[in-house]
């Protein structure tokens, strides 16, 4: 059963579990997420239906579907990319996006969508252009007009963690283009 409170002496650990409204997709997040923000962007707010999305973003190494499989929507952004959200078939709950590409190195996961989301509170607030006015915001979490510049938001650590996952997802990326143009042998 999940918590509905926790306190400093109870401080949240990972994995952090979650998934869908009726429980055909689970999912674990096996770390801290990188970092977690509160998105007031105008797309967020029309694409949850509420005035912003929470997001905890992990990478795609640290994160693992224990059950079920999702189908994936594309919904367009702003800006004329990618984005692809994961929701159950069954239930179409929206529990990750996936920008740019189905191969990102993160996945944006909807904090409503934990077992236990009061773990995971927001340390920034991005598109505060776009709030709705009537949201009052803590003074002491960052607050950013449009995105923020990750190497000065992050912590070392997930800036260290990202660029480990980039990394081996190049490699990854550059193995298998290998494998496709592997010449086969006519005898």
Not at 44 to 60: D, K, L, S, V
Not at 124 to 138: C, E, G, P, T, Y
Request: charged share 25%; with cysteine.
């Amino acid at each position: 059963m999940p918590k509905t409170r926790l306190t400093a002496a109870d401080p949240p650990k990972p994995p952090f579990d979650g998934g869908c409204a009726c429980g055909q997709v689970r999912y674990h997040l096996l770390d801290h997420p990188l970092f977690v923000h509160c998105c007031h962007c105008t797309r967020c707010q029309r694409e949850t239906g509420t005035p912003f999305a929470h997001h905890a973003m992990i990478e795609y190494t640290n994160f693992q579907i224990t059950t079920g499989e999702p189908s994936y929507v594309l919904v367009p952004t702003d800006s004329g990319g990618k984005h692809w959200v994961a929701r159950c078939p069954q239930c179409h709950t929206a529990m990750w996006n996936e920008h740019g590409t189905r191969k990102a190195i993160t996945r944006y996961v909807r904090v409503g969508t934990l077992d236990e989301p009061g773990a995971l509170p927001p340390l920034a607030h991005i598109f505060v252009r776009s709030k709705q006015a009537w949201i009052l915001l803590d003074e002491s979490t960052p607050k950013f007009r449009g995105y923020y510049d990750a190497a000065k938001a992050w912590p070392a650590e997930s800036l260290a963690r990202y660029d480990a996952a980039k990394k081996l997802r190049a490699q990854e990326t550059k193995s298998a283009g290998a494998k496709a143009k592997k010449p086969t042998v006519k005898r």
